[in-house]
């Protein structure tokens, strides 16, 4: 599925089969309303307060879920409450229905991702100068299944679900001199850490692509000098002095092998495909030139062609 937003919550979906076929496509809005009802409760949103988006996600049984969180006008918002819209549509791109999830707290859904099993995964973000990250996750009904210990970090930017039902997550924090960090942890489905590894050397490593081998992860990415916010692929890397990252660690996240490509112009590891040999795809940005980088690895992560 390729999916895309834009600054008015219009969205669309084009899907593609697995040898890269052209199947359908749907576009809609995410939907506001001045009143939801949950159970026996009425509850009266602010008209000026909308749903802004979190993401598109292919569900198990072949539906789509628009996923999108309630954003409260600052004079008048709920206290005690976070509202997520699930706006389902089937197999064709047909409108089902609006299904909502009450989290019984104020806070910011910086990130969602979805499992192979429906499992919905928050990243949430508490107000206040002194806010602290945690990780939520719910079933498809909006049944809480686990929730993390406080996370010192910055920005989660990818997710990827091994083969064991284990869950990982790229992300950026701090050290001690203010210092960007590139870092990876893994969690289970009841948000219980079950490993967390810091990457810096002399720039922070942040990896957009994970992929599981049969003795370890290989993640790709950049490095970076500066704090980032977000990534966009069309405009983040214009002026960015970065280089792509490969980063080969067991299955604990300890590094195996590394390998940063040194080119002239800034390059981005975007993903890989693992056969006998590694093919590694990328971009590269030269000033207002953007190239599309295609490589061939050896197991070693050294370049053959």
């Given at each position: 599925m390729l999916n895309m937003f834009d600054d008015t919550?219009?969205?669309?979906?084009?899907?593609?089969?697995?040898?890269?076929?052209?199947?359908?496509?749907?576009?809609?809005?995410?939907?506001?309303?001045?009143?939801?009802?949950?159970?026996?409760d009425t509850i009266a949103l602010?008209?000026?307060?909308?749903?802004?988006?979190?993401?598109?996600?292919?569900?198990?049984?072949?539906?789509?879920?628009?996923?999108?969180?309630?954003?409260?006008?600052?004079?008048?918002?709920?206290?005690?409450?976070?509202?997520?819209?699930?706006?389902?549509?089937?197999?064709?791109?047909?409108?089902?229905?609006?299904?909502?999830?009450?989290?019984?707290?104020?806070?910011?859904?910086?990130?969602?991702?979805?499992?192979?099993?429906?499992?919905?995964?928050?990243?949430?973000?508490?107000?206040?100068?002194?806010?602290?990250?945690?990780?939520?996750?719910t079933d498809i009904q909006g049944n809480p299944v686990g929730l993390s210990d406080p996370l010192d970090i910055f920005e989660v930017y990818s997710f990827f679900e091994n083969n064991k039902g284990e869950y990982l997550f790229s992300a950026s924090s701090f050290n001690g001199s203010a210092d960007l960090i590139g870092l990876l942890?893994?969690?289970?489905?009841?948000?219980?850490?079950?490993?967390?590894?810091?990457?810096?050397?002399?720039?922070?490593?942040?990896?957009?692509?994970?992929?599981?081998?049969?003795?370890?992860?290989l993640f790709t990415g950049f490095n970076i000098n500066k704090v980032l916010l977000e990534i966009d692929w069309r405009t983040t890397f214009d002026a960015e002095n970065v280089k792509a990252v490969l980063l080969k660690t067991d299955f604990l996240g300890a590094e195996v092998l590394q390998n940063m490509l040194q080119n002239t112009e800034s390059t981005v590891g975007a993903s890989v495909l693992v056969g006998e040999n590694i093919t590694f795809f990328g971009g590269k940005y030269d000033r207002t030139i953007h190239s599309?980088?295609?490589?061939?690895?050896?197991?070693d992560l050294k370049i053959i062609n």
């Open positions: 919550e219009a969205h669309k979906t084009v899907k593609f089969s697995s040898l890269g076929s052209y199947i359908n496509e749907f576009s809609d809005v995410i939907y506001q309303y001045d009143t939801l009802f949950n159970g026996n602010n008209s000026v307060s909308r749903f802004t988006a979190n993401g598109i996600f292919p569900l198990s049984d072949g539906t789509s879920a628009v996923i999108s969180a309630w954003a409260p006008n600052y004079m008048n918002k709920l206290t005690d409450t976070t509202i997520v819209q699930l706006s389902i549509y089937d197999n064709i791109g047909q409108f089902v229905d609006d299904r909502y999830i009450f989290i019984n707290a104020t806070v910011g859904v910086k990130n969602v991702f979805v499992s192979s099993t429906d499992d919905i995964i928050f990243i949430l973000e508490t107000p206040g100068a002194n806010s602290e990250t945690y990780i939520y996750i942890f893994s969690m289970n489905r009841q948000g219980q850490g079950l490993w967390f590894k810091q990457y810096l050397n002399k720039s922070a490593w942040i990896f957009t692509s994970m992929i599981e081998m049969n003795d370890g992860y599309t980088l295609i490589l061939k690895l050896n197991q």
